[in-house]
Nanobody
Framework: QVQLVESGGGWVQAGGSLRLSCAAS????????MGWFRQAPGKEREFVAA????????RYANFVKGRFTISRDNAKNLVYLQMSSLKPEDTAVYYC????????????????WGQGTQVTVSS
């Protein structure tokens, strides 16, 4: 059974930083591209960042470029999202997702999803 478990969310003041982690089990992690998405109250889920299975290619939503960094550790089955210069509009539930893909999946091409971790940024 595939499980993706996010951690590291919490409350932070604007300008602060958080690092999210996602632990994967039940799949061959190194075969999967990984992504982070978020959903704010009353809004649709949106793409944040993605990383290729090898870690050599990444993609970011425009609104996080220069502030967030996605990385992975294939030896530990972990993917991270380092978030800096956080803004109140970054408040959302953050989800990690896994997609069996040679490159970077389209937003609708992820196979597995975690339960999410709440990030709250106060002004």
């Amino acid at each position: 059974q595939v499980q993706l478990v996010e951690s590291g969310g919490g409350w932070v003041q604007a300008g602060g930083s958080l690092r999210l982690s996602c632990a994967a089990s039940g799949l061959t992690f190194r075969h999967y591209a990984m992504g982070w998405f978020r959903q704010a109250p009353g809004k649709e889920r949106e793409f944040v960042a993605a990383i290729k299975w090898s870690g050599t290619t990444t993609r970011y939503a425009n609104f996080v470029k220069g502030r967030f960094t996605i990385s992975r550790d294939n030896a530990k089955n972990l993917v991270y999202l380092q978030m800096s210069s956080l803004k109140p509009e970054d408040t959302a539930v953050y989800y990690c997702a896994a997609g069996l893909h040679q490159g970077l999946p389209g937003n609708n091409e992820y196979d597995y999803w975690g339960q999410g971790t709440q990030v709250t940024v106060s002004s």
